[in-house]
Structure formats: structure tokens, C-alpha cells
């Protein structure tokens, strides 16, 4: 039998249903991964009472005949959704000591299915960065990272936001992990860690609950080993509330039957502006290899142009800070989270902004506050709101003479710690190809479909038309089969 | 588009960020990156083109304006990092 860590969810589900093994015992195999990973910093909380005791009610649960569709499958948590009496610090020194009184949507339908917690993973700082470097509690070190634990040749990241996320599930440590995307979070880490990741169509996941970083681009999503694993979470994590104004109201299908492996007639779109320059010839290659693939399975690859793709990284520069500066101005030393005090209630405001925010949040809140003030609104928000439209408009008119498009996740295989950290502007390059999808509020996937020549992992992106989750899948799988990738990273728990 | 120290100074009191003077400089420097790499949009004809309120082809949902949740006091007090009598307890603003 496959080493409990090692299943998918769906065999686990099969596992568990056999009554090969109980969700106790699933959950302590994990519960030692957990332990095992701590080099590699993935968790900033953890929770192995929590876990199994979960487990042993699923058991329960199980043995009474009520299993729910993610009964006694382990997971990790992205330290951005709130949990209920369990330190929420979105990475920040500045959410110190803050235990939320209530549980964000998505994890309490998680649960509500029967999924066990083991803990709230690592990101960057309030989900702002793309390696999971950022974050107060210190750099998520991907399992990808050549050598020993602690006696590594380089510290490749895991990629970001949800790094920790990714890692956890590349390492074998959780079956599946929340994440969060507002201009690639989790597609990103997902290429780089030879991980599944999905961020839904805007609206699909109720935002409540969940660390606000940018309302309009923020939306969760599942993280894991296979196409079918991310469809058997997302079905649970998605769903209407009415606690969040822009979810909506949609009845949830079943992402699992939409995998038929059918694709013959399907059009799949090839941005042509997606070729560009920086472009590691592996990885057009591997772009290549992809369009084969989908070819040999029946679909059509038609050419597409999306002209202001070039412009994308720039409009999500100026529209992410603002919202993020206007989101995160609830961080005042009154209500939770870190204090320093002051003379007067202005300077223990600034005071406590000034120590509890790292240098990328402040970075981000300074611009968002230049481009929302007097005199430069119309110049910077507006243009970028506009071209945020236009954006939205290239799509519509692709998907007039296509069902989905294909493109890689990132531009390059994942980078060390320590390297692009010198310039902003050169580190938001990584998110060049997940930034556009997030503006127009389409759904998009990251599946694994190879390694570079530096045996590190390589994704390829597939996009949606809005709340068609079912086809990305489909064709996720499709893709996924034909790579057949089947390497491990250099650690495993 | 650079900025200079004074004007990230403003920026930093309108955002309530206390920024060390020493650091002014180079966070003058980064910021001014950034605006120089978004300038890039003014090639973009926009004329005409609305700009993005909602990016899901929905109206916001409005609801009747009535209370509907409350009465735990204690819980949304419970992380504040200084309270009394119910109240969240601030430095003085009126002498």
C-alpha cells in the first residue's frame, strides 16, 4: 500500500471507504510529516490536536454512514483565512496575537465536509509578494531545494503567495492546502512546486472570512497533487454567501464528473502577445509540447491575441496597492493585533503601521496612497481601471473563437532566495502570465507539466471563460495525464 | 514620475506609516521605479473606455437596511490590545 502521506484524495477517500485505514490514522501519518517538514519553515501554526481530534469524528461520522465529500482528508490552511480560536497573522508582526472569533466561509465549508486541519501555513506578507519570502514568521524553503534540510546549495522558494501552501503538499505533508490568488498567487507556487492549484472565477468562493489584500482580484482556491484532488476541494470551498456582496449565486456542479477526458473539438486558445521576451526557450518549448498534447487529444489550437497583455502587470500595480491601502488601513492598534504606544492616538497609529508592517506591505500601501490622493486619482487609478477594461475586452473577444486558452504559469522555473530581491519591479515580472486573468476575474489553473533542465518543476496555465471551472479541468487533466510527471522533490516527509 | 524625500514624508503621515528618516531616501527611490514602470499605460488609448467597477456581471445585492446579527460585546472586544467597560481604550484626543 501507497504510504498514507503519499495518497491523493481521491485514493484516500477510496482508502477510507474501504476501511483500509481510519482517518485517526491518516491524520497522525501526517501529523509526523508536519514535524518532519519544520526545516523548510511551511507552517507558522500547528495543529495536531485540532487535527486529530477531527479525525477521530470523522471516524465517527464515517461509521455511522454520514461521510461528507472530504471526510477525514488532512489539510493545510493559508494563515490568511481566519479560524476560529486559532492565531490568524496573514504573516504580518502587525496581527500579533490575534485569534479570530469566527471562521471564514470557505474553511467552515471545509469542515463542513469533513476535512481535518493541520495547521495555518506560511505566505507572504498579507499575500503580497511571489515567493513566500516576505512573511514576518520568516521564508518558506521549497522541498524542490537541492540537498539536505538545513545543508542546502540554494534555497529555491516555493513561490508565492500561498508558498507555504504549495510546499506543504509538494512535500508530502498534507493532501491539499487552501490558497488565495489576487495576480497569481496560487497558480504560481503551484508551477513552481509541481502542484495543482486553481483560482476560480471571481464570485465562485465567498471572500468572507479571508485577509483582505485587494477585494476586486482576491478569490480562493484549492492547492493539490491532481486535477481530480483540486476538483474534489473546490466543490466544497465554492458556494454562495450571502456574507460577502460579490459572491455569487450559482449552484455548485460537480467538478469531478466534468472529468471525462474529452476534449476532441475543443478550441484552445494561444495568446500570441504571451511570447514574450525574457522567455526561457525550455519553457516555450514546454508550451509547445502542451499544444501537441491537447492536439493528439482532439482539440483545435486556434492562434488568439490579447494586444494589452503587456499592459497588465502595470494596471495591477496600481489598482492592487490602492485597494490594498485602503484594505489594510483597519491595522491601527484599536481593535487586535500589535500596539505601540504614542503621546497622541495619531502617533500610536504610526507607530504601530511603522512596526508592524514589513517593507513590501509598506512599499504597497505608499503607492496605493500616492495614486488614490488629490490631484492623481484621474492619472493613475482611473487610467488603470481603464485599461483593466480593456483587458476584460481582449478576453471576451478571445473566447469568441475559443473555449480555453493555454499558456505557461510562469515565465521561468522557480529562482533562489536571495536572487531578484534587489528590484520590485523585476520581482513582479514572475506574475506577467497569472496578473491579466485576475483583472478580467477569470477562472485559470496551474497544472505541473515537466521539469527544466535544473530538475526544477515547470506549470502550464489553462484559462476559463467565467464560471466555467468544468472545462479548465477537463482540460487540466488532459494535460495532466499526457505530462505524466512523475518525479518527486529532493525531500519528502 | 520621481518622487522626492518630502513628498514620500506626506505620503507616509496620509497613510499614518511612521517612516525613519534614513530610510526616505531609498523608499523615495523604489517608489519612484514603480511610477516610472506604470507610466507605460499612457500609451494605451483609453477614450471612451469605462472604467472597471465590477469585474463579475453582477449588480451588488441590496438588502433591507436592519439589524440582523450583534449582542457579543465581549467577542468583538476580545482581541483588542487594551480595553475597559466595554470599550476599546485609545490615547486621549480631547484634553
Request: aromatic fraction near 8%; include cysteine.
Amino acid at each position: 500500500m501507497t504510504a498514507l502521506t503519499h495518497l491523493t484524495m481521491a485514493g484516500a477517500l477510496d482508502g477510507l471507504a474501504k476501511k483500509e485505514f481510519t482517518a485517526v490514522e491518516l491524520a497522525e501519518a501526517h501529523v509526523r510529516a508536519v514535524e518532519a517538514v519544520r526545516p523548510f519553515n511551511i507552517f507558522i501554526t500547528e495543529t495536531p490536536d485540532a487535527a486529530l481530534s477531527m479525525a477521530k469524528a470523522s471516524d465517527e461520522r464515517r461509521a455511522k454512514g454520514e461521510a461528507g465529500p472530504m471526510d477525514g482528508l488532512p489539510i493545510a490552511v493559508k494563515d490568511l483565512f481566519c479560524t476560529k480560536g486559532v492565531a490568524t497573522t496573514a504573516g504580518s508582526h502587525i496581527l500579533d496575537g490575534f485569534k479570530p472569533e469566527y471562521e471564514s466561509t470557505v474553511t467552515s465549508q471545509l469542515w463542513r465536509d469533513g476535512a481535518v486541519m493541520l495547521g495555518k501555513v506560511n505566505l507572504d506578507e498579507f499575500a503580497m509578494g511571489s515567493a513566500t519570502i516576505t512573511a514576518h514568521q520568516g521564508e518558506t524553503v521549497s522541498p524542490w531545494s537541492p540537498g539536505a534540510p538545513g545543508a542546502w546549495d540554494r534555497k529555491i522558494v516555493a513561490g508565492g503567495s500561498s508558498g507555504g501552501s504549495a510546499a506543504v503538499i509538494a512535500a508530502r505533508a498534507a493532501l491539499g492546502a487552501t490558497g488565495t490568488d489576487t495576480g497569481g498567487s496560487i497558480r504560481q507556487p503551484a508551477g513552481y512546486t509541481g502542484t495543482v492549484g486553481i483560482k476560480p472565477t471571481y464570485g465562485r468562493c465567498s471572500r468572507w472570512g479571508i485577509v483582505a489584500y485587494a477585494s476586486s482580484l482576491d478569490q480562493a482556491g484549492p492547492m493539490t497533487r491532481t486535477v481530480e484532488d483540486a476538483a474534489i476541494m473546490l466543490r466544497s470551498m465554492c458556494g454562495f454567501d450571502p456574507k460577502d456582496s460579490t459572491s455569487v449565486d450559482l449552484a455548485v456542479p460537480d467538478f469531478r464528473a466534468a472529468l471525462t477526458g474529452d476534449i476532441r473539438g475543443l478550441r484552445v486558445g494561444i495568446p500570441k502577445e504571451y511570447r514574450v521576451e525574457g522567455l526561457s526557450a525550455e519553457i516555450d518549448a514546454l508550451w509547445t509540447q502542451g499544444i501537441e498534447w491537447l492536439k493528439e487529444a482532439g482539440a483545435v489550437p486556434v492562434e488568439i491575441s490579447l494586444p494589452h497583455t503587456k499592459y497588465a502587470l502595470a494596471a495591477y500595480y496600481i489598482i492592487a496597492p490602492a485597494e490594498a491601502s485602503s484594505n489594510l488601513a483597519r491595522y491601527d492598534g484599536v481593535r487586535y493585533g500589535l500596539r505601540v504606544e504614542g503621546g497622541s492616538l495619531s502617533d500610536m497609529y504610526e507607530n504601530t503601521r511603522g512596526a508592524g508592517f514589513g517593507r513590501e506591505v509598506r512599499r504597497r500601501i505608499l503607492i496605493g496612497t500616492y495614486v488614490l490622493s488629490a490631484g492623481y486619482y484621474d492619472a493613475y487609478y482611473n487610467k488603470a481601471r481603464q485599461v483593466r477594461t480593456r483587458i476584460k475586452w481582449d478576453f471576451d473577444e478571445a473566447f469568441k473563437s475559443c473555449d480555453v486558452i493555454l499558456t505557461p504559469t510562469a515565465p521561468s522555473t522557480p529562482f533562489a532566495i536571495g536572487e531578484k530581491m534587489d528590484d520590485p519591479v523585476q520581482m513582479y515580472l514572475n506574475d506577467v502570465f497569472t496578473v491579466p486573468i485576475n483583472l478580467a476575474g477569470l477562472p485559470a489553473m496551474s497544472v505541473p507539466a515537466g521539469l527544466g533542465a535544473d530538475g526544477l518543476p515547470l506549470g502550464l496555465q489553462l484559462i476559463g471563460r467565467p464560471f466555467d471551472e468544468e472545462t479548465l479541468l477537463r482540460v487540466g487533466q488532459v494535460v495532466e495525464k499526457a505530462a505524466n510527471v512523475t518525479a518527486l522533490p529532493p525531500f519528502v516527509a | 514620475m520621481s518622487l522626492d524625500k518630502a513628498t514620500v514624508a506626506k505620503i507616509a503621515h496620509l497613510a499614518r506609516i511612521k517612516v525613519p528618516d534614513g530610510e526616505l531616501e531609498s523608499l523615495a527611490g523604489e517608489l519612484s521605479q514603480i511610477l516610472t514602470f506604470v507610466e507605460q499605460l499612457n500609451e494605451v488609448d483609453t477614450k471612451d473606455v469605462p472604467p472597471m467597477t465590477s469585474v463579475a456581471a453582477q449588480k451588488l445585492r441590496r438588502r433591507k437596511d436592519e439589524v440582523t446579527d450583534g449582542g457579543y460585546a465581549p467577542q468583538v472586544l476580545s482581541n483588542g490590545p487594551e480595553t475597559a467597560e466595554g470599550f476599546y481604550v485609545v490615547p486621549k484626543v480631547v484634553e
